[in-house]
Nanobody, 126 residues
């Protein structure tokens, strides 16, 4: 059964860090790009970061460049999002999604992505 399951969210103070994990199963992770998206209350879902199948190519939204780092461990079927220097505006539900059509590179265009997990809540507040 194909699954993507996010974890690692929580409540953190501004300036703090969190590491999100995306556990995948039911497909061969090695072949596909993975993206992280987020959706805040009352806002549209936006692409945060993505990583190519090999991990060589990555992409970040301007709002998180220099603060977030995406990585993957294909042997463990895991993708990670390290989030540092968190800001209140980072508060959202974060999702990981698989791109069936992207491998060697990735874009943050939501239409390029298919199956996704249920999300994990990240709240940045003092």
């Amino acid at each position: 059964q194909l699954q993507l399951v996010e974890s690692g969210g929580g409540l953190v103070q501004p300036g703090g860090s969190l590491r999100l994990s995306c556990a995948t199963s039911g497909f061969t992770l090695d072949y596909y790009a993975i993206g992280w998206f987020r959706q805040a209350p009352g806002k549209e879902r936006e692409g945060v970061s993505c990583i190519s199948s090999s991990g060589i190519s990555t992409n970040y939204a301007d709002s998180v460049k220099g603060r977030f780092t995406i990585s993957r461990d294909n042997a463990k079927n895991m993708v990670y999002l390290q989030m540092n220097s968190l800001k209140p505006e980072d508060t959202a539900v974060y999702y990981c999604a698989v791109s069936w059509g992207q491998g060697r590179s990735c874009s943050l265009t939501e239409g390029e992505y298919g199956n996704r997990g249920r999300g994990t809540q990240v709240t940045v507040s003092s």
